[in-house]
């Protein structure tokens, strides 16, 4: 079956530190990946994609990596901001079915 | 932006009772989802609804949970006899199409049985 592990938070920056938020995943197929992030008090929105393997999803200064031969979708940020404070969900969807497995979540804080 | 709205936020109810969690889908999608996150753990898929009928569930959508699409416009989860470890974050979302790359998601219910 299908199934995607994070790295456990929180995880404690300051800002202007870099991220790494990592992911790996198991899937039947060629899954497409999914970053969500869900800031305080709102729901789980869609930060970035990517659909096969090699493709770099990429939105708000964050990046993640398709990576088929480690099975994983690692989201980076060269600098972060007390803005991104937030929880990081990656998931999966493959190809027999179009509901996305997620994955626990890590939470992100960042200091000023 | 179009947004998901669920209610209550957080509620406490003791066990055995019934609950309705209310979710407001965006007013033009066709697809509508129920997930659960108990804390701590991962989200999970708990059932999907298209055209007044479920299309998709997990195995932990048992007897005890139904959906319903009461006015075209709510979409609600009930669970019937509540249990302690139905304690979770339950989150409703909904897409355009089916499989639609974004998905929307509501901010969550909190559901505390105690």
């Known amino acids: 079956g299908n199934s995607v592990t994070q790295m456990e938070g929180p995880v404690t920056l300051s800002e202007e530190a870099f991220l790494t938020i990592n992911c790996t995943y198991t899937a039947t197929g060629y899954p497409s990946l999914f970053w969500y992030v869900q800031y305080p008090g709102e729901g789980l929105q869609l930060l970035l994609k990517a659909t096969k393997a090699d493709d770099k999803g990429s939105n708000k200064g964050f990046e993640a990596t398709y990576r088929k031969e480690t099975t994983s979708f690692h989201l980076e940020k060269g600098s972060v901001q007390v803005s991104d404070s937030a929880v990081y969900f990656c998931?999966?969807?493959?190809?027999?079915?179009?509901?996305?497995?997620f994955g626990r979540g890590t939470s992100l804080i960042v200091h000023p | 932006e179009p947004e998901v709205t669920q209610t209550p936020s957080h509620q406490v109810t003791q066990m055995g009772q019934e609950v309705i969690l209310r979710c407001v889908p965006i007013s033009n999608h066709l697809y509508f989802y129920w997930y659960r996150q108990i804390l701590g753990q991962k989200v999970e898929f708990l059932v999907s609804f298209y055209n007044n009928e479920i299309s998709e569930k997990s195995e932990i959508f048992d007897d005890q949970f139904s959906v319903e699409r009461p006015d075209g416009s709510n979409f609600t989860l009930k669970i019937r006899s509540t249990k302690l470890e139905d304690s979770a974050m339950y989150f409703c979302a909904s897409s355009e199409a089916k499989g639609g790359n974004t998905i929307y998601f509501g901010e969550g219910s909190w559901l505390t049985v105690v």
């Open positions: 998931a999966l969807r493959s190809g027999g079915s179009y509901i996305p497995t």
